[in-house]
């Protein structure tokens, strides 16, 4: 059913004369057109390509062995088992909400199947619930209220932790359940220091979890915690010594991915950290010594992620998988031990470039060693691969589909960089038009600016449908930089968007226009920006300053805002965001972050708007949309507007997306071309 009414604007008209609001479903649509078949019938394709992730592999007694993937075959993401390579997909769950996570459970004597977590209408407050796959069972492990999160389990399938925010609703705690299979929701706290905490790691002997306290993009810490005596303890990881610099004492240093050494007797950790350099590096701690090792020094980027691939009772030289992110490039490394006992990596050749995330090491198969990691590229969506790491042959899983498109359409980006205001050289990919059915009399191209989000992200070369079509159908150039602020290239850079700094991120956009006006096959007249969340914000503070060099933007889940958005943001997230924007309580920073935000500054803005929108926002809440919407259109600015009522933080629902991605596209047909 939909209606449709003039009515005011979400918040209050202005600008003279109502607004037009369509409720269609789920979704509040102010002042959109029809969306032309023409550009439906186009998008169609593009909008039914699919990706999917890792979840895990399956035990022999679950299924039969094989895997669990997540994708979607109807509205949202759900879990499938995949017995062999590109078998059947099996889907297991059915739900409106997508499945977040799932965890295998490795004993079927405590549960034959897995944990999953999901939500509700996009609020992240996601709950556990255990999975039976013999039965199709389901049952609520947790309270229904709270934040839950990062269920592992231990190695004999016996016990799990997870965190959670059920104490205070703020602070996330650690809970443990060692009840098996006669009450899996029976979960007792074991760790309550406040913040947010994560179990990355149980120890060989299911007597320890490796914990890491996360306070900022740039500040985290590893802990040990004994889940039967409770007691929590840093690791003696820190090189700093009372002989450093008073600014190398006060370093803030931050520890990313953590495991256990599996190796038979050897008590250590394998860990990331950025102490002492730019780069989150992979390094050894021996328990016993406190000697640490460093071993991906000469990889002048951040290892991302890390994984134990090496059966505890199986002799193998072989024991640790990783990621490196190489200018936004991901390179899979295996670790082995030489016969002097010194760490060798090397890289494994012959993937697709792209993102290399999801590693998972089949720790039941023990005739060999298998990992599973699943790769995404510019050129075809996510799909798992696995590598027999004897025979090195690399086997494919899953083959998404692309909507019927062929392959050999779609583009891949160039890596560009740019100088910005201040000398600092800033990266970028460029994807160029396969057409130029829209390039103007000197045969240049449009452009799309699109902005990540975070704003500690990164923007990398993965398959995006919309990129696609943008390229191929509507013969739009497209730029996707990483402004400072972006994760992947050392903490100094990180960290150069931070507080009073704000707006200098704003201005490498400034450089990035500047940079489009040099080029021969660049259009400088005919420039949008695009961008989610803290991407958002970025468009309309693009909108503000270049206003008179851009024609016009489209902000998803955007920051209006700074001292509304960390005063409503949800209680868990608010000293998070107020390490990377400033804390808002202070006078003189609430001062600051209030002369640069949007809201403040709206009445520069005087191009058409598209703004959506998450009702059930959990970082970002409606109110940030409703009232830059209020504001622009007392300009008497042209201002699309869609608000999605079972959506939170971006939309996740394949026809709200659906949707959304059509009527932008139809704005830029309208304002761009």
């Known amino acids: 059913m939909s209606s449709s009414t003039s009515t005011p604007a979400a918040g209050g008209s202005g600008g003279g004369g109502g607004v037009t609001r369509v409720e269609q479903g789920p979704l509040i649509i102010e002042d959109v057109p029809p969306i032309p078949e023409s550009i439906k019938g186009r998008l169609f394709q593009y909008q039914n390509a699919r990706s999917c992730s ?42 409106d909400e997508p499945i977040a996570s799932a965890r295998i459970c490795p004993s079927p004597d405590t549960l034959n199947g897995f944990i999953y977590t999901k939500d ?51 602070d996330h705690d650690i809970y443990l359940s060692r ?32 914990v ?23 690791l003696p990881i820190s090189v700093v010594n009372a002989a450093a610099s008073s600014e190398q004492q006060q370093e803030r240093i931050s520890y990313g991915a953590a495991v256990w050494d599996p190796r038979d007797g050897k008590r250590g950790v394998f860990y990331t ?31 991302e992620e890390v994984k134990t691939i090496k059966h505890r009772d199986v002799d193998s030289d072989k024991i640790i998988a990783f990621t490196a992110n190489e200018d936004g490039v991901s390179v899979l490394y295996i670790l082995s031990v030489d016969d002097k006992g010194a760490f060798v990596f090397n890289k494994v050749d012959g993937l697709p470039m792209g993102q290399v995330y999801n590693l998972a090491f089949n720790k039941f198969n023990k005739q060999t060693q298998i990992v599973g990691f699943v790769v995404n590229s510019s050129l075809s969506p996510g799909d798992v691969y696995s590598i027999n790491l004897k025979t090195t042959k690399v086997t494919q899983w899953t083959q998404s589909e692309v909507g019927g498109l062929p392959p050999s359409l779609f583009v891949s980006p160039l890596l560009i960089r740019y100088k910005s205001f201040d000398g600092l050289t800033v990266p970028s990919f460029y994807y160029k038009p396969t057409t130029t059915k829209n390039t103007n009399k000197e045969d240049k191209f449009p452009v799309v600016i699109h902005i990540h989000g975070g704003p500690e992200g990164q923007s990398t070369p993965i398959f995006v449908p919309t990129y696609q079509y943008i390229l191929n159908e509507m ?45 021969d096959d660049l259009d ?119 608000v999605a009522k079972d959506e939170g933080h971006g939309f996740a629902k394949k026809s709200n997306r659906d949707f959304n991605t059509n009527a932008i596209m139809t704005f830029f047909e309208k304002h761009l071309l």
């Open 273 to 303: 950290s950025d102490e002492g350099g730019e780069f989150m590096t992979l390094r050894h701690l021996d328990l016993a010594s406190h000697v640490i090792t460093s071993i991906s020094g000469s990889i002048p980027w951040n290892v």
């Open 475 to 519: 013969g739009i150039a497209l730029l996707v930089p990483n402004v400072r602020g972006s994760a992947g290239y050392g903490k100094s850079y990180l960290l150069m968007d931070n507080g009073y700094k704000r707006e200098d991120s704003v201005k490498d956009i400034g450089s990035l226009l500047d940079w489009v006006a040099t080029q």
């Open 54 to 95: 890792l979840l895990g592999w399956c035990p022999d007694t679950l299924m039969g062995g094989g895997m669990l993937i997540s994708t979607r075959f109807a509205e949202t993401s759900q879990v499938h088992h995949v017995l062999s390579p590109l078998s059947y997909r099996r889907q297991l769950t059915f739900f």
């Open 120 to 170: 509700i209408g996009g609020s992240e407050f996601y709950q556990a619930y255990s999975f039976d796959v013999a039965s199709g069972a389901y049952t609520l492990l947790t309270d229904g209220a709270s934040k839950n999160s990062a269920v592992l389990w231990n190695h004999a399938g016996t016990q799990y932790v997870m965190s959670s925010t059920r104490r205070n609703k703020r």
């Open 179 to 210: 009840a098996g299979k006669d009450n899996l929701a029976q979960q007792d706290i074991i760790l309550q220091e406040g913040g947010l905490w994560n179990s990355l790691s149980w120890s060989p002997d299911d007597q320890q979890v490796l």
């Open 524 to 642: 400088p007249t005919r420039v949008a920006v695009w961008g989610g969340s803290y991407g958002g914000y970025m468009v309309l503070a693009s909108m503000i300053h270049f206003g008179d060099r851009l024609k016009c933007g489209a902000e998803i889940v955007g920051i209006s805002n700074f001292v509304t958005f960390l005063t409503n943001t949800q209680e868990y997230r608010r000293d998070l965001r107020r390490e990377e924007y400033g804390d808002e309580r202070d006078p003189q920073m609430r001062s600051f972050l209030h002369s640069i935000s949007p809201t403040t500054n709206a009445s520069k803005i005087k191009k058409p708007m598209y703004v959506a929108q998450g009702a059930n926002d959990p970082r970002v809440p409606l109110s940030e949309a409703d009232q830059i919407v209020q504001e622009i259109r007392k300009n008497g600015v042209e201002v699309w507007y869609v």
């Open 212 to 234: 890491l306290h996360y306070k900022s993009a740039n500040e985290s810490y590893i802990h040990i915690l004994d889940i039967n005596s409770k007691k929590v303890e840093a």
